[in-house]
Nanobody, 124 residues
């Protein structure tokens, strides 16, 4: 059974930092592209960042580029999202996702497995 479990969410002030983690189990982590997505109240889920299987290539939404960094540790079956320069508009539930494919993708519908999500709240 595949499980993705996020942690590290919480409350931060504008301009502050948080790091999210997503621990994966039940899959061959090395074969999966990993992504982070977020969903704010009354909004659709949106792409945040994705990282290649080897961790060498990443892609970011324009809204977070230069502020967020995605990385992974294949030895620990974990993907991270380092968030800095947080803004109130970053407030959302953040979820990690996994898809078994070669190249990166921003498409929600292409991801096979999802975590439950972790709340990030940024106060102004």
């Amino acid at each position: 059974q595949v499980r993705l479990v996020e942690s590290g969410g919480g409350l931060a002030q504008a301009g502050g930092s948080l790091e999210l983690s997503c621990a994966a189990s039940g899959l061959n982590f090395d074969y999966y592209v990993m992504g982070w997505f977020r969903q704010a109240p009354r909004k659709d889920r949106e792409f945040v960042a994705t990282v290649s299987r080897g961790g060498t290539i990443a892609d970011y939404a324009d809204s977070v580029k230069g502020r967020f960094t995605i990385s992974r540790d294949n030895a620990k079956n974990t993907v991270y999202l380092q968030m800095s320069g947080l803004k109130p508009e970053d407030t959302a539930v953040y979820s990690c996702a996994a898809v078994r494919r070669a190249g990166l993708t921003r498409e929600t519908r292409e991801y096979d497995f999802w975590g439950q999500g972790t709340q990030v709240t940024v106060s102004s």
